[in-house]
């Protein structure tokens, strides 16, 4: 038990808890069942006495086997010829009895495991879906991945043999019972040996913890790895550089083959010793057992037959210590990461149709002396000193170099990150940390990297909307110019468009996901560089009709094509993270000497050259 504390197993206690109350009272019949049969094998063990004595290998009036003569008497009173047949049915039945028990308990804790796992995944997936933006700008993705796929089922691996270590010390402090009623001396001697043989082993499970904690750190470069190779696979044929890459993942292989190798031969090794102890044990045993504490054979017999079954239990028990060792980075990592999603955590959003679900805005946002860094140890500000007003119903048009902070301040206006220094309001109100989560209800964005999912275009859109009739999706498409091209694919609506919607160009997933963003008619829409590999033909269309929503709804612009905001009510032109230029789009192109007159001087130059 020393061991087990010097483990550190306070995160294990935690999961623990987790398990009762996802179990409840099934775990602890689990456990009793165990026990029972574990004491069914020993009361089989006990019965092969009379069994022997019958065949005339023991004497059951001798003293050396308790209750041996009172088991064997009630036999005597039996037809000689129907004796064995009875003690052997009594063996039958409780080694059979034993053996479906045990089959119950086998399914009944794979259901407990498999259902316990299903709610840690469910947690975890809920908890990173109700997140805020600041936590996702601290982890990469792969790291999610790899505590969903690799740490959690290391988990539940170790939650259970955890437990396992529990029912095996149940099982050999009941074997240890029955030798001790057998032989005091002989038991003791045998205990002491694995005593002994514990304390020499403990560096094995330090041994282990450390290579369960290389495997923990080779496991997420592993997913890390995979996630950014495949992300980029397009750059790495393009540009011939598969073979670096697989020198890259060939060495990561050997080292992931040489963490298991590791673990494997310190098992081995630790199981080769038991079963060297076993043997001297044994042999030393019998004499010790003859020569200085003179038991009668049969005692002696027990005792070995007892020990050979209860030796490997020892074996079993320094096994689970190690493969539990090597689990806790698990513990560790995943209850880091719990912990931290907790923290994060934005708050439950309210049901539709509730009072509180979905913010209105009906004046529009105003940010005053907003000031941000994404991280707090460095000097520079992503934004400093802003001071905006954007009016509802209107159209604000946001533009300026990359890096100026345009998108930083689109965050900041739906809640997605927080200001360091200043106050974000709607409608006058300051929106706290708790408010921006009902805000998004309203909000619709459309980001510069349009994702689709791997599914149908008719998935894609009503994912958005789920109640959305067939006519309100063909709305949505005909107002994102994209109606006549998805009437032409293969399956129309339920034509698959493969990963991250890798078979439309990429004007047709931007208007996909533009479709996607009216079809949820919300009262902000946000554009983020949303037209920017649109040709002039569909940009224009999709001016025409955001014209149209012009005094319906707040439209928001970030564009780095300044023909496309032509019409917007306001333009504010950021630099390093400060708004350096505000006002309509003829006044502010008039003003040569500002950034936004260079920039469309430039572009206009860039037009002209092609």
């Known amino acids: 038990m020393r061991s087990v504390e010097k483990l550190g197993i306070g995160p294990v206690l935690v999961y623990l808890k987790q398990l009762h109350v996802f179990a409840g009272r099934r775990l602890y019949l689990n456990l009793i069942g165990t026990m029972v049969v574990s004491m069914l094998e020993g009361i089989g063990i006990f019965l092969l006495a009379p069994m022997l004595s019958l065949i005339g290998l023991m004497d059951s009036s001798a003293g050396g086997i308790p209750l041996l003569s009172a088991i064997a008497e009630p036999l005597r009173k039996l037809p000689s010829d129907g004796q064995l047949p009875a003690v052997l049915a009594v063996f039958l039945v409780l080694v059979l009895g034993q053996g479906l028990l045990q089959r119950q308990l086998t399914v009944r804790n794979s259901e407990l495991e498999q259902g316990f796992i299903r709610q840690l995944r469910m947690n975890i997936y809920k908890g990173l879906l109700q997140s805020n933006w600041s936590f996702y700008l601290r982890h990469r993705k792969s790291d999610f991945i790899h505590h969903a796929t690799s740490e959690l089922p290391r988990v539940s691996f170790g939650v259970f043999m955890f437990l396992q270590?529990?029912?095996?010390?149940?099982?050999?402090?009941?074997?240890?019972?029955?030798?001790?009623?057998?032989?005091?001396?002989?038991?003791?001697?045998?205990?002491?040996?694995?005593?002994?043989?514990?304390?020499?082993?403990?560096?094995?499970?330090?041994?282990?913890?450390?290579?369960g904690q290389e495997t923990t750190e080779l496991m997420q470069l592993y997913l890390a790895g995979m996630t950014d190779h495949l992300g980029g696979i397009k750059d790495i044929k393009s540009n011939r550089m598969e073979k670096p890459h697989l020198a890259w993942f060939q060495a990561l292989c050997g080292r992931l083959e040489s963490n298991i190798v590791q673990f494997t031969?310190?098992?081995?090794?630790?199981?080769?010793?038991?079963?060297?102890?076993?043997?001297?044990?044994?042999?030393?045993?019998?004499?010790?057992?003859?020569?200085?504490?003179?038991?009668?054979?049969?005692?002696?017999?027990?005792?070995?037959?007892?020990?050979?079954?209860?030796?490997?239990?020892?074996?079993?028990?320094?096994?689970?210590?190690?493969?539990?060792?090597?689990?806790?980075?698990?513990?560790?990592?995943?209850?880091?990461?719990?912990?931290?999603?907790?923290?994060?955590?934005?708050?439950?959003?309210?049901?539709p149709g509730h009072p509180d679900a979905g913010r209105s805005v009906t004046q529009g946002f105003e940010l005053r002396d907003v000031f941000f860094r994404y991280d707090l140890e460095q000097s520079s500000y992503a934004l400093q000193a802003v001071n905006l007003r954007i009016p509802a119903n209107r159209m604000t048009a946001i533009v300026g170099r990359s890096g100026a902070g345009k998108s930083t301040l689109i965050d900041m206006l739906i809640g997605l990150i927080q200001p360091e220094r200043g106050q974000v309001l709607v409608?006058?109100?300051?929106?706290?940390?708790?408010?921006?989560?009902?805000?998004?209800?309203?909000?619709?964005?459309?980001?510069?990297?349009?994702?689709?999912?791997?599914?149908?275009v008719r998935y894609n859109l009503s994912i958005a909307a789920p109640d959305a009739s067939e006519d309100k999706i063909w709305e949505a498409l005909r107002f994102a110019a994209a109606d006549t091209f998805v009437k032409k694919l293969p399956q129309g609506l339920d034509t698959m468009l493969g990963d991250r919607g890798v078979r439309l160009s990429g004007g047709e997933r931007q208007r996909i996901v533009l479709a996607r963003a009216i079809l949820r008619r919300p009262s902000i829409l946000i554009l983020d560089e949303a037209t920017s590999a649109l040709d002039s033909e569909h940009e224009a269309s999709i001016q025409q009709a955001l014209e149209r929503l012009k005094g319906s709804m707040t439209l928001i612009v970030i564009a780095h094509r300044l023909s496309t905001i032509r019409g917007a009510d306001q333009v504010v032109v950021l630099d390093d993270g400060t708004i350096v230029q505000r006002g309509g789009y003829t006044e502010l192109a008039d003003d040569r000497n500002g950034l936004f007159g260079k920039l469309l001087a430039y572009q206009a130059g860039a037009r002209k050259s092609k």
């Open 265 to 351: 031969r310190l098992q081995s090794a630790s199981r080769f010793h038991y079963k060297a102890a076993s043997s001297l044990l044994i042999a030393g045993f019998a004499y010790f057992a003859f020569a200085v504490v003179q038991v009668q054979a049969e005692t002696l017999l027990f005792i070995v037959l007892i020990f050979s079954r209860l030796w490997p239990k020892f074996s079993a028990l320094q096994s689970n210590l190690e493969q539990l060792a090597q689990t806790l980075p698990a513990f560790r990592n995943l209850g880091e990461m719990q912990r931290e999603v907790e923290a994060s955590r934005e708050p439950e959003l309210p049901e």
């Open 427 to 456: 409608d006058g109100k300051p929106l706290e940390a708790s408010d921006s989560y009902e805000l998004r209800r309203a909000v619709s964005y459309v980001s510069q990297d349009p994702f689709l999912f791997h599914e149908s």
């Open 165 to 211: 270590l529990l029912t095996n010390i149940l099982f050999t402090l009941i074997q240890i019972g029955f030798a001790l009623w057998l032989s005091v001396p002989l038991t003791l001697a045998v205990l002491l040996c694995g005593a002994a043989l514990v304390v020499f082993s403990r560096s094995k499970v330090s041994r282990s913890r450390a290579i």
